[in-house]
């Protein structure tokens, strides 16, 4: 059972340089999130998705970009890395049917911006 | 969504039932309480969740007090694995009318001692 999977784990990147981190998940869930999480902090909502084609902002969007072409894959974009982007990020899917919020998490991305 | 407060730290030994408290007063009648943990470096797990009726599952079980403004997660025998940050959130529930995420705040570090 893959789950959501999250590639790749460990990133290391020059302020001004861009990536995509990818997701994927095999369990045919419509809605899609990622998040971030800094050192001792909570999770925060970048951005999410409800279904192909169809992304919306979360709290913190600003210097991210993400697109939903396929129901399984969820890719975010980072363009011109700040170091304020270093952080661990999160994607995460639910079925979102029912009114039922349980989330189903990848294993992470963790990125320094130097 | 409502707010939801969370002492920063516990401890329970191992063994133990481990209770963990959350208040959450301006909760509203269409609003849930879910329980999530993060096992450290790893992305976050879904426990349980309720709306009004306690609740349990193989992992945990949800009390809710009768005025909803607060509620106790029990993890019956904690183990060493159970070592983790475990956040209390409160949610609308959603019926396929999108679903922008939850809300992740800082959590309980619950410890588990040998």
């Known amino acids: 059972n893959a789950g959501v999977t999250q590639t790749p784990k460990f990133r290391i990147l020059k302020i001004g340089q861009s990536m995509t981190l990818q997701c994927t998940q095999d369990?045919?869930?419509?809605?899609m999130y990622w998040y971030r999480q800094d050192p001792g902090m909570g999770l925060k909502l970048i951005y999410y998705?409800?279904?192909?084609?169809?992304?919306d902002k979360g709290e913190v969007p600003n210097g991210y970009n993400v697109s939903r072409s396929t129901t399984e894959d969820f890719p975010l974009r980072l363009e011109l890395a700040a170091p304020s982007q270093t952080s661990v990020y999160f994607c995460?899917?639910?079925?979102?049917?029912?009114?039922?919020?349980?989330?189903?998490f990848g294993s992470g991305t963790q990125l320094s911006v130097l | 969504d409502a707010k939801t407060t969370q002492p920063p730290s516990m401890d329970c030994a191992e063994g133990r039932a481990a209770n963990l408290p959350c208040n959450h007063s301006?909760?509203?009648?269409?609003?849930?309480v879910y329980w999530y943990r993060q096992i450290h470096s790893q992305g976050p797990q879904y426990i349980i969740h309720?709306?009004?009726n306690n609740e349990t599952n193989e992992m945990a079980s949800l009390i809710i007090t009768e005025d909803r403004k607060s509620s106790t997660l029990i993890l019956p025998h904690a183990t060493l694995r159970d070592t983790a940050v475990y956040y209390c959130?409160?949610?609308?529930?959603?019926?396929?009318?999108?679903?922008?995420?939850?809300?992740f705040g800082k959590g309980t570090h619950l410890i588990i001692q040998p």
């Open positions: 995460a899917s639910s079925p979102g049917t029912g009114g039922d919020e349980k989330l189903f």
């Open positions: 369990m045919n869930h419509n809605y």
């Open positions: 998705s409800v279904g192909a084609g169809i992304t």
């Open positions: 301006t909760i509203s009648g269409n609003e849930y």
């Open positions: 309720g709306l009004k």
């Open positions: 959130i409160v949610r609308v529930g959603r019926r396929g009318g999108g679903a922008d995420g939850l809300t």
